[in-house]
T-cell receptor, first 115, second 113 residues
Framework: GENVEQHPSTLSVQEGDSAVIKCTYSDSASNYFPWYKQELGKGPQLIIDIRSNVGEKKDQRIAVTLNKTAKHFSLHITETQPEDSAVYFCAASSHGSSNTGKLIFGQGTTLQVKP | DAGVIQSPRHEVTEMGQEVTLRCKPISGHDYLFWYRQTMMRGLELLIYFNNNVPIDDSGMPEDRFSAKMPNASFSTLKIQPSEPRDSAVYFC???????????FGPGTRLTVL
């Protein structure tokens, strides 16, 4: 089955700096890669996602890149702000006619943005 | 829409007691997922339903765990009997068949003493 590895487990940056979180996956059939942000005491919330037919996607200060050959994808946050502090999870799944998109999550990265 | 609703938000019980967690998915969503989150194992998928039918329960840890979805707007996850190692945050999520995004509820923090 699918296995997703996420690094680093913790990341501390100064406000205004960039943050990068990386994930690798094992199943070449995976074609959907979402990123979730989880704040303390809340459920994970989708912040950005990418499909395997796209190499990069950007939404304001956040972007995701995908390298299908190497089976890894990354989350980039620019101009970080204190409110970006949270736990971030990557996930992978395979969407198609024969499956229902079970998400396999990475272990999570705790991001701390220091004012 | 109010989003995915879970109850209770917190549950403290003693070992051996029965625990029932509840979930109301987003209206119109036909997939429902139950996850467990712990520090050691992260976010694990326990079971998911499609149109109220359980499709994959391979993540259910043991027979003490059971889940039902009697209708499109309600699901339960039951643990009987509960054990201290079941202490975790349990999330419910739902998804529309035509979309990729899973929407998570706020979770139920379960503590088994």
């Amino acid at each position: 089955g699918e296995n997703v590895e996420q690094h680093p487990s913790t990341l501390s940056v100064q406000e205004g700096d960039s943050a990068v979180i990386k994930c690798t996956y094992s199943d070449s059939a995976s074609n959907y890669f979402p990123w979730y942000k989880q704040e303390l005491g809340k459920g994970p919330q989708l912040i950005i996602d990418i499909r395997s037919n796209v190499g990069e996607k950007k939404d304001q200060r956040i972007a995701v890149t995908l390298n299908k050959t190497a089976k890894h994808f990354s989350l980039h946050i620019t101009e970080t702000q204190p409110e970006d502090s949270a736990v971030y999870f990557c996930a992978a799944s395979s969407h198609g006619s024969s499956n229902t998109g079970k998400l396999i999550f990475g272990q999570g990265t705790t991001l701390q943005v220091k004012p | 829409d109010a989003g995915v609703i879970q109850s209770p938000r917190h549950e403290v019980t003693e070992m051996g007691q029965e625990v029932t967690l509840r979930c109301k998915p987003i209206s119109g969503h036909d997939y429902l997922f139950w996850y467990r989150q712990t520090m050691m194992r992260g976010l694990e998928l326990l079971i998911y339903f499609n149109n109220n039918v359980p499709i994959d329960d391979s993540g259910m840890p043991e027979d003490r765990f059971s889940a039902k979805m009697p209708n499109a707007s309600f699901s339960t996850l039951k643990i009987q009997p509960s054990e201290p190692r079941d202490s975790a945050v349990y999330f419910c999520a739902s998804r529309d068949r035509g979309r990729d995004t899973q929407y998570f509820g706020p979770g139920t923090r379960l503590t088994v003493l």
